[in-house]
C-alpha cells in the first residue's frame, strides 16, 4: 500500500462521513439511529458433537453432587440449631446463677 492509495481510501471516508452527518438526524448535536459499528465480529466457532451418553453421565454426576450438598447443608442446620437449643439453656442457667447481672 502506498501513500496515494491511502490519502485517497481516507478522503472516501472523511466524505463518507460528510455524507452521514448531512443525513442523519441529529439530537442533542448527536446522530440519531447509528448503532455501534463492529469492527472485529467473533465468529462461532462450531461446537464439537457431544455424545448423548457423556452428556447424562455429566448430568447424573451433577445431580449427585448437588444432593449431596444439600445433604450436607441439612446436617449443618440440625448441627446449628442443637447449637442454639445449648447455647439457650447456658443463658437460663447463667441467669439462674446471677440474677442480678444483665446479659445480652
Keep these: 500500500m ?3 492509495s491511502t490519502a485517497s481510501t481516507n478522503l472516501s471516508r472523511i466524505r463518507t462521513i ?3 452527518e448531512s443525513s442523519v438526524p441529529k439530537k ?3 446522530l440519531v439511529s ?9 465468529l462461532s466457532a462450531p461446537q464439537p458433537c457431544v ?3 457423556v452428556l447424562m453421565d455429566q448430568l447424573k454426576d451433577k445431580d449427585d453432587r448437588i444432593a449431596a450438598l444439600e ?3 441439612a446436617d449443618q442446620e440440625v448441627g446449628w440449631e442443637a447449637t442454639r437449643k ?3 439453656q ?3 442457667m447463667m441467669k439462674r446463677m446471677y440474677p442480678n447481672e444483665q446479659f445480652s
Design 2 to 4: 502506498d501513500a496515494t
Design 18 to 20: 460528510e455524507i452521514v
Design 28 to 30: 442533542k448535536g448527536r
Design 34 to 42: 447509528l448503532g455501534r459499528r463492529a469492527r472485529s465480529v467473533p
Design 51 to 53: 455424545d448423548p451418553e
Design 71 to 73: 445433604q450436607k447443608m
Design 86 to 88: 445449648q447455647n439457650e
Design 90 to 92: 447456658m443463658m437460663e
